[in-house]
């Protein structure tokens, strides 16, 4: 009898914890997946500046953050999309795949993940960081730790070259992502989103990442800046650079727009319409049923 009872209470409490609220699903599975790629991300980082190059390089970085980013699809991605990035949710409203009303859920998630990621690392690595720098924390020069945490410009790098930067950081992140969504193209195969996600970040890493760090992502970049304002850095971290910060904040909105519609306008709007396609798919084994998608794409996960 007693073993029923418990039987019978174990899925009542199950139950009573399960949340069936859309936004507060949202909200948690956007702040864990953003806090895991967050985590991942700048652990590489940290380990790559304390470590004086023993543990890690410039690539390691790239590669670490295409891996977090794949692993924080999996985390999220049927859940919120697991955008990760406050500057795709933006896009995915200006082309109607997401509701309006569901951005401040989103950014709010996003910005809570990667705060709690810094506060997570700097925990974690405060002896490594300590040891560094002597327990001097600052923004530049040539033990500087803030780096760790936000992204900030190269000496050479004006603010003019370092906002065209971000645009075409996140512009060609959208562009990709667009391509990998589009069921009427050439999609990732089913299940292989985090991969492909992962890739197109590490691509722009290697490629594009040397001027600013490509922090392409506003949430990304304000939180752990934030906390690092609050955690011994000071204001510098929103003085340095010519007042750096409020760039990658701006710029990936304006680029993750752009490039989504560059691969509209070039690509996908001229598309064939769906009649001609079934005609086509029955001569060519290749095409994609797109009985099975709803308006010809799915969710962009990033």
């Not at 950014?107 to 809570?112: D, K, N, S």
């Not at 705060?115 to 002896?127: S, V």
């Not at 327990?135 to 603010?159: D, E, H, L, M, R």
Request: net charge neutral; aromatic share 12%.
């Amino acid at each position: 009898m007693e073993d029923g009872i418990r039987g019978h209470m174990a899925p009542t409490v199950v139950s009573m914890l399960k949340i069936k609220n859309e936004c507060i699903r949202v909200v948690l599975a956007e702040t864990l997946c953003t806090f895991i790629m967050m985590v991942f991300g700048l652990g590489c980082i940290a380990q790559v500046v304390t470590g004086n190059g023993f543990f890690g390089e410039y690539l390691s970085i790239n590669i670490g953050f295409g891996l977090s980013v794949a692993m924080g699809v999996h985390i999220g991605g049927k859940v919120s999309g697991a955008h990760m990035n406050a500057a795709v949710s933006f896009t995915m409203c200006v082309f109607g795949r997401l509701r309006w009303k569901m951005l401040p859920l989103y950014v709010f998630a996003q910005f809570l993940g990667s705060f709690l990621a810094a506060g997570t690392i700097f925990t974690l690595y405060y002896d490594a960081i300590h040891h560094y720098c002597g327990g001097n924390f600052t923004v530049s020069g040539p033990k500087a730790t803030a780096g760790i945490f936000a992204t900030y410009p190269a000496p050479y790098i004006s603010i003019y070259t370092g906002f065209f930067d971000q645009v075409l950081g996140t512009a060609m992140l959208l562009l990709c992502l667009m391509a990998l969504s589009d069921q009427r193209n050439q999609p990732v195969v089913a299940g292989g989103e985090p991969l492909g996600v992962g890739l197109v970040v590490l691509l722009i890493g290697v490629s594009l990442g040397s001027n600013s760090g490509y922090a392409i992502n506003p949430t990304r970049d304000l939180g752990p800046r934030v906390f690092t304002l609050m955690a011994g850095w000071g204001m510098e971290v929103f003085r340095a650079g010519n007042g750096w910060w409020w760039v990658p904040l701006v710029a990936p909105f304006i680029g993750g727009v752009t490039g989504a519609l560059i691969y509209k306008a070039f690509v996908e709007l001229h598309h064939p319409d769906l009649k001609s396609t079934k005609t086509q798919s029955t001569e060519d084994p290749e095409c994609v049923p797109l009985e099975k998608y709803k308006n010809g794409t799915t969710e962009i996960s990033v």
